[in-house]
């Protein structure tokens, strides 16, 4: 996998121009020394600055971390950014900017940019630290082996959460001594995962790369819900090239996925995340505000209870959420083991209408916009169904790989609703796995296509 932090540099890009051409606007409009109501050519003033940060960008093309490195790294990044940039400023003036042009503009709006640049930064930063301090925004890692590779690896993890990784302890071999205390074996690694709420393996250990162990290491972790990541400090991989050319970088070290799939990609997730976000707050602020009150009314005159119905769920990478729906049903004590049959006698005659038009997911797009699902994506099932299915179903727990959707491709195949059999359930993986690993972005168009207008009959639907 190429590195996922080069793959954003776009992003950063745009977020850049877009201070920037914010700051052009605010001094050009309320500088105190300078009146810009009339500066001529204004448009050109703009047009100039956008191509001169693009060029900085261009010139300076060192690596950004941006998710990884410590606030001070990052104003050094763009400290040295903002020095190409006010060179780039002043040449490029002098060829294409009338003559006269007006030098203290060009100070104050590059000034204005960096200084607003410090500050939303900074910002970001302490959103970053909150969310690594409430677990929102890391990994929980178990690293296979207790060498020093392993030692230094965890010391490396420890002493940088902006990383985004949680050291949970470590792992070792059947029958291997060790005087370091450790989690268990791998063996045991489904009871430890469930334990200690691991979602992730760092491997270092040259033993584990050849293709026989990877192929072991890797049924044990696909049917554990575990992602996989071979781990090399940086300059190391030339004598490994047997496991793969492509692979991600985390700045103190290097690291190769061998379970990797389309949605692994930072960049891919950015634009599914952005995409989500549009999509969730279209539908809250032009469908959900106004239909919300009325079937609020409708439930709480049909029958006692909330209108809400919150289910613990699970999501991606194993973590559980709390899923949003309409309640259907009366209050009863079987809705987090049971699944609604055909003609089931605690759903309500308001409930009947509301699932069968598929209103009662209506709040889900509440988890959407808050980043617990995707708009599309595997449907996320109660937390005794993953229990159960992935006892039954080998690799079961992979579809947690990427984020639940409220509509899915197994859905639009007909495979929702009831699962009363086992092949229903095995089905509905089949395509879930399809989805995870050949997923594109037009597939997911083309699955809320289907979702809106299909008129393929939900041959198991309840």
């Keep these: 996998m190429n590195s996922d932090h080069s793959g954003v540099k776009f992003f950063f890009l745009l977020f850049d121009l877009l201070l920037l051409n914010i700051s052009v606007y605010m001094v ?20 100039h600055a956008n191509i001169s940060e693009l060029l900085a960008y261009i010139l300076y093309s060192k690596r950004n971390y941006f998710f990884t490195d410590s606030y001070t790294e990052r104003v050094k ?21 009338p003559k006269g042009y007006h030098k203290g503009f060009l100070v104050e709006y590059t000034g204005f940019f960096f200084v607003v640049k410090v500050i939303v930064f900074y910002f970001i930063y302490k959103v970053q630290q909150y969310r690594y301090k409430k677990g929102y925004a890391h990994h929980r890692v178990a690293i296979l082996g207790v060498g ?78 575990l992602r996989v990541r071979y781990i090399l400090m940086k300059g190391y991989w030339s004598n490994y090239n047997h496991i793969g050319k492509k692979r991600e970088s985390a700045r103190y070290f290097e690291m190769f996925n061998p379970q990797q799939i389309p949605l692994d990609s930072l960049t891919l997730r950015v634009q599914k995340r952005a995409f989500d976000i549009l999509f969730s707050t279209g539908v809250i602020l032009f469908i959900f505000s106004w ?15 909330p209108v809400f119905f919150l289910q613990k769920r699970t999501g991606i990478n194993n973590k559980t959420f709390k899923c949003f729906k309409f309640r259907t049903m009366t209050v009863n004590k079987e809705s987090d083991s049971r ?29 959407v916009f808050l980043g617990n699902m995707s708009v599309v ?29 409220i509509t899915g491709w197994a859905q639009v195949n007909g495979y929702r609703g009831l699962t009363d059999e086992l092949w229903k359930m095995e089905k509905r993986v089949e395509y879930d796995m399809e989805y995870l690993e050949k997923w594109n972005f037009l597939w997911d ?18």
């Design 339 to 367: 699944q609604a049959q055909l003609n089931d006698s605690r759903i309500t005659s308001i409930g009947s209408f509301l699932r069968r038009t598929n209103i009662d997911e209506l709040p889900q797009f509440v988890n």
């Design 291 to 305: 239909l919300f009150p009325l079937i609020s009314i409708m439930i709480k005159l049909n029958s006692k209870g």
């Design 28 to 47: 050009s409009h309320s500088s105190p020394v300078y009146d810009y109501v009339d500066l001529p050519g204004r448009n050109l003033y703009i047009l």
């Design 377 to 405: 994506g595997p449907r996320p099932h109660m937390l005794k169904h993953t229990e159960q299915y992935a006892a039954l179903i080998q690799y079961y727990k992979v579809r947690h790989f990427v984020k639940p959707g």
């Design 77 to 97: 990044a763009f400290s040295v950014r903002f020095i190409i940039l006010l060179i780039t400023l002043f040449v490029l003036a002098e060829i294409f900017l």
């Design 148 to 225: 020093n590779p392993d030692l230094i690896l965890g010391k490396l993890l420890n002493d940088n959460p902006s990383l985004g990784f949680k050291l949970a302890g470590y792992l070792t071999n059947k029958n291997y001594q060790s005087d370091f205390a450790t989690l268990g074996e791998l063996n045991d690694l489904a009871a430890l995962s469930e334990k200690y709420k691991l979602n992730m393996i760092f491997v270092t250990d040259p033993a584990y790369f050849t293709k026989e162990n990877t192929r072991k290491l890797l049924s044990i972790c696909n049917e554990t819900g």
């Design 445 to 462: 168009f083309k699955i809320i296509f289907m979702t809106l207008f299909g008129n393929k009959a939900y041959e198991n639907a309840g």
